[in-house]
């Protein structure tokens, strides 16, 4: 089991610094002079342009530079200074990824809980009304983009409830309760696009094992079919629900930058489109790393997790 | 990451049974996959959009501008006469009040033409019926091109009204020969002159004049600045404001010293509080026309994403799939890593760089979307490898590209061509997103743009529902029609779902 962790561990290692070597290299690639992004907007001469590229360290060569990014990361610098604030990143972004995170969590927990009953029920009845209206709807909330549902949803609670998103956000240590009507909303919405996933999944596989020659010899023993259900189909199918889970993350990710962005979330990703827009280039390339981490992190976590609820898994020796 | 369980064993004994005998008839992928795709409902109905909405498309193409981003989108000065943040005018139905249309008048000839004072005095009369509760949002008047010999022209504005008052809106001189210059001198041909009747100059003036000497109504400064065109448009009756309906005139008067001294082209626009088919947004832009300009824009960017990553994916799942060995395992390892890259932080650093540039979004959504095809066309591949037709291939001293190429690859098409619908709308809703958090490439409009711009005025907060829910409902409309096709192919891509007819050739 350990060997198979560091394994996984080591496999995360090159995908961060292939990332970080992407996200490096394709700053000084592309087209556009970091330096002249950050000053386009004001008028300035070919001397303060050398000066900011000295003090941005774009003069050495280009190991060098790399080199020294990396190494920041490891501190609570994170890979520079906030060229707006003057702020360390670290704290900028450390502060933004406990809200994406929660977010995340949230919305990770309210899937399952949804749609893993409801997969349920679809599979068992599968065919009637109940399977089709399920299977509908989640089709449908697939092509409604979290953009247009969030400002929608914005609309409605703004008309009905005379609410709209707070200005400030409160941490779960500051006030629990507001904390939760703040989060609510946006987690419901990144739910709607992530849930069908674990929806469409949960259902093929209960089928799929539901109809399997175990599933009958189980039936055959006696065992009512919630207990088929219960016992031998869901701790099978738990195997590809965390697959898919893991897999949709990083879109669930994604569209956390947008909701984040209309409800005012002070997460990583209205973080770094600030940052992008305001062209502070530290944040916005550490916060990009920051994100590509966090889901590869979360990868991580549910390749263990694959383990653990698959006993055939062999943790010493994974063939492909 | 995990390959397993994808392919039941039940799948692949079908191949073996049902693999073709070596001369097999021609094979039409294309008819099949219509055939199947419009024998079920959802197929039929995402079919039927999908032609819709491409004839939309191409008429769009071959009907705009080809800069119509760049010279007309984002080019406010081409809007300055459209009303501002206005609906549709079939939205009239919703108010009581009614509503003011949007009037643009051009004349091209004077009315009348007086020749018999000093000065030679062209008239250009613009009349209009105004009979409604509320008042116009604006009152401007365009002028193009004079021509003139000797003295310059002198041009005045006036509005007449309903109860006989005129008020002058502007009085001005065309700005005369300048040293070196020859007769005739023509002015204002690139630029058109151009007056907005405003409260804070002459025009207020003179209205504050007429409230003064017809009701003795005091109006202060302000009160003009802010509610021009209400009182313009309105009376004050027993002491109180009210609006007044009839038959309003804007007249133009130009005086000129010569009888061929001439202006080209005037034009009065009566802005309206209704505007068009779909309304206008902050800026006055028609968003009838930059809907419609997103659709050719929404289908190129799904179906070029689409095609292209769906390409790259099958080659490299192809490659790893039959190769083995150490290629299979660089591709296998890298697609793992590139799954589990998140695209849309990597496509705001990549636009922060390289600029908002359509190409290098869709570079990027093709960049980190071959994965998942490449993990499934390998599976396919390994269990094909093993068939007796690859074997027989073999044995018959196939080289390895006409195996991939002749008895592998079309085993796969028909999975690949669902593929291919799949990946179309993740593609338009990804450019949705991006363009939404305002990253989007401004010199081509796009849906998710129209969005942007709509949050950003604070759309949602103002009640301004046409400027939201006609873009968010058409890249729903556009998603669902892939949708559906991808629904009406699905018994391609699960074989499970309806036997073994994905493996028919």
């Known amino acids: 089991m350990t060997r198979y962790i560091l394994r996984r561990i080591a496999l995360i290692v090159p995908a961060a610094f292939g990332a970080s070597l992407v996200v490096f290299l394709v700053m000084r690639a592309l087209p556009g002079d970091v330096a002249l992004t950050i000053l386009a907007d004001t008028p300035h001469t070919v001397e303060i342009r050398e000066a900011l590229r000295d003090e941005l360290g774009l003069n050495d060569p280009l190991h060098t530079q790399y080199l020294r990014w990396v190494a920041s990361m490891g501190t609570a610098d994170l890979g520079g200074t906030s060229l707006e604030t003057g702020e360390p990143v670290g704290t900028i972004v450390g502060g933004q990824l406990s809200v994406t995170a929660l977010l995340a969590a949230y919305t990770v927990a309210m899937s399952l809980l949804v749609a893993v009953p409801l997969g349920a029920a679809a599979a068992m009845r599968r065919g009637t009304v109940l399977d089709r209206t399920v299977q509908g709807v989640a089709t449908a909330s697939l092509s409604v983009p979290t953009v247009f549902a969030s400002l929608l949803l914005v609309w409605v609670l703004l008309r009905l409830f005379r609410w709209s998103p707070p200005i400030i956000y409160s941490s779960p240590g500051e006030d629990l309760l507001e904390h939760a009507g703040i989060m609510i909303w946006p987690a419901l919405l990144l739910a709607a696009a992530y849930l069908p996933h674990l929806l469409r999944v949960t259902r093929a596989r209960l089928i799929d094992v539901l109809q399997s020659d175990y599933a009958d010899a189980a039936r055959a023993r006696g065992l009512s079919e919630p207990g088929v259900l219960v016992r031998h189909a869901l701790p099978n199918a738990m195997v590809a629900l965390v697959t898919v889970a893991g897999l949709q993350f990083g879109a669930l990710v994604s569209g956390a930058l947008v909701v984040e962005t209309v409800f005012g979330l002070p997460g990583l990703g209205r973080g770094i489109v600030h940052a992008a827009l305001a062209r502070d280039y530290p944040v916005v390339q550490s916060a990009a790393i920051v994100l590509v981490v966090l889901v590869l992190c979360v990868n991580l976590l549910v390749d263990l997790a694959y383990a653990a609820v698959d006993p055939r898994v062999h943790y010493g020796r994974r063939t492909a | ?505």
């Open chain 2, 1 to 505: 990451m995990s390959d397993a369980g994808r392919l039941r064993p039940e799948a692949e004994e079908r191949t073996v049974t049902a693999g073709r005998r070596p001369a097999a008839p021609r094979r039409r992928p294309v008819r099949d996959l219509l055939r199947q795709l419009t024998s079920s409902g959802p197929g039929r109905v995402g079919f039927g959009l999908l032609v819709l909405l491409s004839a939309t498309a191409l008429v769009v193409i071959v009907s705009y501008p080809r800069d119509f981003g760049s010279a007309y989108w984002a080019n406010p000065a081409y809007w300055a006469d459209n009303p501002r943040a206005v609906p549709p005018v079939w939205a009239r139905i919703f108010h009581r009040d009614g509503a003011v249309p949007h009037r643009v008048m051009t004349l091209t000839e004077p009315t009348e033409t007086d020749a018999t004072g000093r000065a030679v005095v062209q008239r250009w009369e613009f009349p209009f019926d105004h009979d409604a509760q509320m008042s116009p949002s604006s009152l401007a008047i365009t002028m193009r091109e004079f021509t003139f010999q000797t003295r310059p022209p002198i041009i005045s504005g006036t509005l007449v009204r309903p109860d006989g008052g005129e008020i002058r809106l502007f009085r001005e001189v065309v700005s005369g020969g300048r040293p070196g210059e020859s007769a005739p001198y023509v002015r204002h041909s690139e630029e058109p002159y151009r007056v907005v009747a405003r409260g804070d100059g002459p025009a207020g003036e003179s209205l504050a004049g007429f409230y003064g000497s017809r009701f003795g109504a005091e109006l202060t400064a302000a009160r003009i600045r802010d509610d021009f065109e209400r009182f313009a448009f309105g009376r004050i009756a027993n002491g109180e404001y009210e609006p007044l309906a009839g038959e309003y005139t804007v007249r133009i008067e130009v005086m000129s010293s010569a009888e061929d001294d001439r202006l080209e082209e005037a034009r009065v626009v009566v802005g309206g509080s209704v505007y068009g088919v779909m309304g206008t947004d902050a800026l006055g832009r028609d968003l009838a026309l930059g809907l419609l300009y997103g659709l050719p824009v929404a289908l190129a960017i799904g179906l070029a994403a689409s095609t292209v990553s769906t390409f790259l994916g099958t080659a490299l799942g192809l490659l790893s799939g039959y190769s083995g060995g150490r290629t299979d395992l660089v591709i296998q390892r890298a697609a793992d890593i590139v799954a589990n890259i998140p695209v849309l932080p990597l496509l705001i650093f990549l636009v922060f760089i390289g600029g908002s540039q359509l190409w290098i979004i869709l570079l990027v959504l093709v960049a980190f979307s071959w994965p998942g095809l490449t993990i499934m066309v390998r599976t396919m591949v390994l269990q094909l490898r093993q068939g007796p037709e690859v074997e027989a291939a073999v044995s018959l001293g196939a080289s390895k590209a006409r195996i991939i190429v002749h008895h592998v690859f079309p085993h796969t098409a028909s999975y690949i061509f669902a593929q291919l619908v799949f990946f179309a709308p993740s593609a338009i809703l990804a450019e949705a997103g991006l363009s939404f958090l305002g990253l989007g490439d401004p010199s081509i409009p796009t849906w998710g743009q129209i969005l942007e711009s709509g949050f950003r005025t604070g759309a949602v907060f103002l009640g301004y529902w046409w400027w939201v829910i006609p873009p968010g409902l058409l890249i729903v409309l556009t998603a669902v029609t892939f949708m559906l096709i991808a629904l009406g192919m699905e018994s391609i891509v699960d074989p499970r779902l309806k036997g073994a007819r994905m493996w028919r050739s």
